[in-house]
């Protein structure tokens, strides 16, 4: 009989197979190893010299395959990290990645120490709610408004609030964008779509063939929906609030001229992933004179 091991050895050499590049090959491997038996790292570190289980190679084996077809594993798991909080995910919602966390950390250093009672938020296209139940998981004297276009999205931001005791100060509604939510808000947060359209068949299969179009793509040029955040954010911020979104690659100097055409509205800075690609735009509106 194998140990759990030597069978995730052979998922890994069946992904990288697939086209799955290496390191992500083996991170799927062992994930989904994780997911079936219902272990963690640490024990998937310490006992996975053991041999299988009865059943492990079944259930694995099929796991293994929605992989190799290229279906991401937050899918085939349901759950991804974020924040260092477990998430449930499905094809219905993006999957959070990494860099919108950048997002979190900017908040936080604005927001983090601020001592007024309550604190005003918005969180436009939430898709799983991932920004929306960071925020509220960290600012205990949040109260925000989670929106997004897609039903089925919503619901799932509605369980992620409840798994981390926080849905009583998150109010998820339907809406494009902003539109009907009336504010004002001390902080508003987006990650929304910004991939052009024409680069579709560029993407990961991943990417392309399972994550929601309605999430992905915002319109010929990748920044129709950011062009609508800044818009909207801008009118339903209070003098002095803050605007911070997420913006595609090469949108950097886009997101400058919308910030810049905006009445009100002054580009603070620009925060960058691990690669020193500019990702997030944070911006403020500005105070009004007497």
Request: hydrophobic share 45%; proline share 6%.
């Amino acid at each position: 009989m194998a140990t759990i091991h030597e069978r995730v050895a052979a998922a890994r050499q069946t992904l990288s197979e697939a086209g799955i590049g290496a390191s992500e090959a083996a991170a799927s491997a062992r994930l989904l190893a994780e997911h079936v038996l219902g272990w963690d790292t640490t024990r998937y570190l310490t006992s996975g010299h053991e041999p299988e289980p009865t059943g492990f190679g079944d259930r694995y084996g099929a796991a293994v395959a929605r992989r190799a077809r290229r279906e991401p594993s937050a899918y085939i798991t349901g759950r991804r990290e974020f924040w260092g909080l477990l998430l449930e995910v499905s094809p219905a919602v993006l999957i959070p990645r990494p860099e919108t966390e950048l997002i979190v950390e900017a908040a936080l250093e604005l927001f983090g120490g601020d001592r007024r009672p309550r604190l005003d938020v918005a969180d436009a296209c939430t898709g799983c709610g991932n920004l929306a139940v960071a925020l509220a998981h960290e600012l205990v004297h949040a109260s925000i408004v989670a929106t997004d276009i897609s039903a089925d999205a919503l619901e799932i931001g509605r369980r992620n609030a409840e798994r981390h005791g926080v849905a009583d100060r998150i109010r998820f509604l339907h809406a494009n964008v902003l539109e009907d939510v009336a504010g004002p808000f001390d902080l508003i947060v987006a990650n929304p779509p910004y991939v052009r359209r024409e680069d579709g068949p560029a993407l990961q299969p991943e990417v392309r063939d399972h994550e929601p179009p309605v999430a992905l793509f915002g319109g010929v040029t990748g920044t129709e929906l950011v062009a609508t955040v800044i818009e909207q954010g801008s009118a339903r911020l209070r003098p002095g609030g803050s605007l911070m979104f997420e913006f595609g690659f090469g949108q950097e100097m886009v997101a400058e001229a919308l910030i810049a055409a905006t009445p009100g509205l002054e580009l603070i800075e620009f925060r960058r992933d691990l690669q020193e690609l500019a990702r997030v735009a944070i911006a403020k509106k500005l105070e009004l004179r007497s």
